[in-house]
């Protein structure tokens, strides 16, 4: 029997890795512009991080953490987000140090034990952002700024929404709490059984409740915009005329509530009509308490997470690989012992060159450069050989010329030039991630 994947993870495969290659190099561009720097982080941590950084009684926690013992019995637990391992970073190597805002950025799989569907899986990718140290409202403003440049630079920015709202903090929030709590107990009737459950968990969780026939109850809900203190309005009111500022449009949503306990005051989602349930494409907010929560000094924090399975479904497409410049095609294994030294030098001047090995038959040969769609095959025989000659012939036409062996490293490495008129060889010449992208949807990597 074969052995399969695990569900709900997923291959990458080599006609969706350009996307992400570009995906990465936009974070890398756009982030670094706002003077982001990357750190890399483990894939799994002490349990005791994310149960404290998270909440004990968030869904994360309670449902969705891939935890184990290790050898010596300690509970290890794979990250299901990047916040906390980020935190505990900073803390351990003392980044506190350095000039506040400490920014950060890091990019890799995360795993939650959640049921997989299109867009959901068990592991995905997130880039993920981290503003440490300064509590300024602006912060929040250019975090947001850095999000909604990230997809104007993949050209996707138009069919996004950003939600934004305040979550309000310690002082303002128990009390909301409280008339939320006894609103929901009143209705419970009309709320499915998992929102009257997490009216006792978890009640601000209720109102992200997709269920349609808990909607008219949520609708009518009290909104914590209306219970924010002075300085959580005053913020909240701020962050928006930043944002305003800079020209950036969002939709206030008085429902936008966050999977973690960590945040306070303001919260966002840049959702999506397009892919279905999974709607959000990015999160984030501020957690100005959580780094002396871990254990750090009282240092403000904002941030947020993209998810990079949901932009590359957007972004749609496979790509077709980019034709070397040449195919050798060596008839013999003396004729292979030479091309071979000349593939080795000409792909060390970064040509792209495909090679045979002597084993095939011409036709054969010329069939498989056709289905590499180069535009030139070399063809090295005994005749060839014995002169010290090769042949160079252009598939197109079947035009043919003869050039001395001695130089057909630098007429190899010429080709490109020569044929920069053709669109391939131009997008070649940008490296491996740069070639066309094909109109084919990209295949989603579980449907259960
Ligand atoms: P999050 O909202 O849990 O936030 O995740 C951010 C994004 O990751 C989501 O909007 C979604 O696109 C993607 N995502 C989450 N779960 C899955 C899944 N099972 N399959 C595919 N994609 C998924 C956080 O993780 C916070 N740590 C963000 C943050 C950073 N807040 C402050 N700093």
Same mark, same amino acid.
């Given at each position: 029997?074969n052995?399969?994947?695990v569900?709900g993870?997923h291959?990458?495969?080599p006609?969706e890795?350009?996307l992400w290659?570009?995906?990465e190099?936009?974070?890398r561009?756009?982030f670094?512009a706002?003077?982001?720097?990357?750190?890399r982080?483990?894939l799994?941590?002490?349990?005791?991080l994310?149960?404290?950084?998270?909440?004990?009684?968030t869904?994360?926690v309670?449902?969705?953490m891939?935890?184990?013992?290790?050898r010596?019995g300690?509970?290890l637990t794979l990250?299901?987000?990047?916040t906390?391992?980020?935190?505990r970073?900073y803390?351990?190597?003392?980044l506190?140090?350095?000039?506040?805002?400490?920014?950060l950025?890091?990019?890799?799989?995360?795993?939650r034990y959640?049921?997989?569907?299109a867009?959901?899986y068990r592991q995905?990718?997130?880039?993920?952002?981290?503003?440490?140290g300064?509590d300024?409202?602006?912060?929040?403003?250019?975090v947001i700024?850095?999000?909604?440049?990230?997809?104007?630079?993949l050209?996707l920015?138009?069919?996004?929404a950003?939600?934004?709202?305040?979550l309000?903090?310690?002082?303002?929030?128990p009390?909301?709490?409280e008339r939320?709590?006894?609103?929901?107990r009143?209705h419970a009737a009309?709320?499915?059984?998992?929102c009257?459950?997490?009216?006792?968990?978890?009640?601000?969780?209720?109102l992200?409740?997709?269920?349609?026939e808990?909607?008219?109850?949520l609708?009518q809900?009290?909104?914590?915009?209306?219970f924010?203190?002075?300085?959580?309005?005053?913020?909240?009111?701020?962050?928006?005329?930043?944002?305003?500022?800079?020209g950036?449009r969002?939709v206030?949503?008085?429902r936008?509530?966050?999977?973690?306990?960590?945040?306070?005051?303001?919260?966002f989602?840049?959702?999506?009509?397009?892919?279905?349930?999974?709607n959000?494409v990015?999160g984030g907010?501020?957690?100005?308490g959580?780094?002396a929560?871990?254990?750090?000094?009282?240092d403000?924090?904002?941030?947020?997470a993209i998810?990079m399975?949901?932009v590359?479904l957007?972004?749609g =497409?496979? !790509?077709?690989?980019?034709?070397p410049? *040449?195919?050798?095609?060596?008839? +013999?294994?003396? &004729?292979l %012992?030479?091309?071979?030294?000349?593939?080795?030098?000409?792909?060390?001047?970064?040509?792209?060159?495909?090679?045979?090995?002597g084993?095939?038959?011409l036709r054969a040969e010329?069939?498989?450069?056709?289905?590499?769609?180069?535009?030139?095959v070399?063809i090295?025989?005994?005749?060839?050989?014995g002169r010290?000659?090769?042949?160079?012939?252009?598939?197109k036409?079947?035009s043919q010329?003869t050039?001395r062996l001695a130089?057909?490293?630098d007429?190899l490495?010429?080709?490109?030039?020569r044929?920069?008129?053709? =669109?391939? !060889?131009?997008?070649r010449?940008?490296? *491996?991630?740069?070639?066309?992208? +094909?109109s084919? &949807?990209? %295949?989603?990597?579980?449907?259960?």
């Open positions: 029997m052995i399969k994947s569900r993870v291959d990458i495969l006609a890795a350009p290659q570009r995906l190099s936009a974070a561009r756009v670094g706002y003077g982001y720097r990357e750190i982080l483990p799994f941590e002490r349990t005791e994310f149960a404290r950084g998270i909440g004990e009684v869904d994360i309670q449902k969705e891939y935890t184990f013992a290790d010596t300690e509970s990250r299901p987000e990047a906390a391992s980020v935190l970073a803390i351990e190597h003392g506190h140090v350095q000039p506040k805002p400490v920014k950025y890091t990019m890799g799989p995360m795993f959640e049921r997989p569907q867009g959901r995905f990718h997130q880039l993920d952002v981290e503003a440490i300064e300024h409202p602006a912060v929040d403003a250019e700024g850095m999000l909604v440049r990230f997809f104007a630079e050209g920015a138009d069919r996004l950003l939600h934004i709202n305040s309000g903090d310690g002082v303002c929030r009390a909301y709490r939320l709590v006894e609103y929901l009143q009309r709320l499915c059984a998992e009257r459950d997490r009216t006792e968990r978890n009640p601000l969780r209720v992200d409740c997709k269920k349609p808990c909607r008219p109850v609708d809900a009290p909104s914590l915009l209306d924010l203190c002075d300085p959580c309005a005053d913020n909240f009111t701020r962050v928006r005329a930043y944002l305003d500022a800079m950036i969002y206030v949503d008085r936008l509530v966050r999977g973690f306990d960590y945040y306070v005051r303001t919260a989602e840049l959702l999506t009509t397009e892919l279905g349930a999974q959000a990015a907010g501020r957690y100005d959580l780094v929560l871990l254990g750090g000094p009282p403000a924090a904002t941030g947020f998810g399975e949901r590359v957007l972004l =497409g496979t !790509t077709t690989p980019c034709p410049a *040449a195919f050798l095609i060596p008839l +013999g294994d003396q &004729a %012992t030479r091309l071979l030294a000349v593939a080795q030098e000409v792909r060390e001047r970064g040509v792209p060159i495909e090679l045979g090995y084993t095939r038959k010329l069939e498989r450069a056709h289905r590499l769609g180069v535009d030139h070399v090295v025989g005994e005749t060839e050989l010290e000659e090769a042949i160079i012939r252009e598939m036409s079947g010329r050039v130089s057909l490293g007429e490495a010429a080709l490109p030039e044929a920069s008129s053709t =669109g391939a !060889t131009a997008l010449s940008e490296g *491996a991630a740069a070639c066309e992208v +094909g084919a &949807a990209v %295949t989603s990597p579980e449907h259960p």
